[in-house]
């Protein structure tokens, strides 16, 4: 009966590691394919021509790539500025204030994060549609697609930067806050030399993948346009190349390149949280 169980163990150990082994391959392989693709020297994104690096040469000569590429870093980095503002002010008021239907509150905070993207998408542009834009109307203003952008990253973004801010805050060490009050402080003054220096890593980390998120991101800002508009980001320069007859391997050299973006602030992000907790 031993050897039995340490054979049935082992066959479904090997069974496990088989099981990871192909879901990694099945999430990953075509991100590879898409990587080795954007080094091909055919004029068609889906055909292999050898290697060459004529798709990026291409991709920097396109005259559209630098104004998307300046659209995304400067919605991005706006957005993100905003969002760390207000989503580390959310996180010290839920951890150190006592607010009224807080329950409520909190969930509202962490809807975004939950809904499908394409929903939240959908529910901006008719927010912007039938409330914000009427409303500007009136007022002799116009909401152009810029802001609305904004608006859209902004939001789905504070609770990113909200959750990370707030976890570090739970294991903040209170003691040290008290001592700055037995020393004499202010609430001002423990608060910008005492909470805010300790959790500086955790509101740069949750910069990082708010920064993140609105460099990627599609729907929102896809539909904070109304798809009609001549703003394009850069995923939205990626979606009017798709939309060609022929594909151009520029669109896989981008892609690569944003994913190689990706990776880099989200791995910088995770660092800074590691960190952190072992702070």
């Known amino acids: 009966m ?10 479904i150990e090997s069974l496990l590691v088989l099981d990871t082994l192909l879901v990694y391959i099945f999430l990953y392989l075509p991100i590879g394919v898409l990587v080795l693709y954007s080094f091909s020297a055919s004029r068609y994104a889906l055909v292999w021509g050898g290697f060459s690096l004529d798709p990026y040469r291409r991709l920097f000569a396109d005259p559209e790539i630098a104004p998307a590429l300046l659209n995304s870093v400067v919605v991005a980095a706006v957005s993100t500025a905003i969002a760390t503002i207000l989503g580390t002010l959310l996180a010290l008021a839920f951890e150190r204030a006592r ?41 002799g203003l116009t909401l152009g697609p810029m802001p609305a952008v904004l ?40 608060l910008r030399r005492v909470t805010l220096p300790l959790l500086a890593p955790a509101i740069l980390s949750g910069a990082l993948l708010a920064f993140t998120l609105s460099l990627d991101d ?8 109304t798809g009609g508009s001549g703003f394009k980001t850069l995923p939205l320069y990626l979606y009017a190349l798709q939309g060609r007859a022929a594909i151009p391997p520029q669109m896989n050299a981008l892609a690569t390149l944003m994913l190689l973006a990706s990776v880099t602030l989200i791995a910088l992000a995770l660092l800074i949280q590691r960190r952190t907790r072992r702070a």
Do not use: C, K, N
């Open 2 to 11: 031993g050897r039995l169980r340490r054979w049935a163990d082992r066959i």
């Open 151 to 190: 608006l859209g990253h902004v939001t789905f973004s504070i609770s990113y930067v909200m959750v990370v801010v707030r976890a570090r805050l739970r294991d903040l060490d209170r003691s040290l806050e008290e001592a700055a009050f037995d020393l004499g402080a202010t609430s001002w003054q423990v």
């Open 218 to 225: 599609f729907y929102v800002t896809y539909f904070s346009t």
């Open 99 to 139: 607010l009224r239907l807080q329950g409520s509150v909190e969930a509202l905070v962490y809807l975004p994060i939950v809904i499908p993207e394409i929903v939240m998408a959908v529910g901006l542009l008719l927010f912007f549609a039938q409330v914000l834009r009427p409303f500007f109307s009136a007022l």
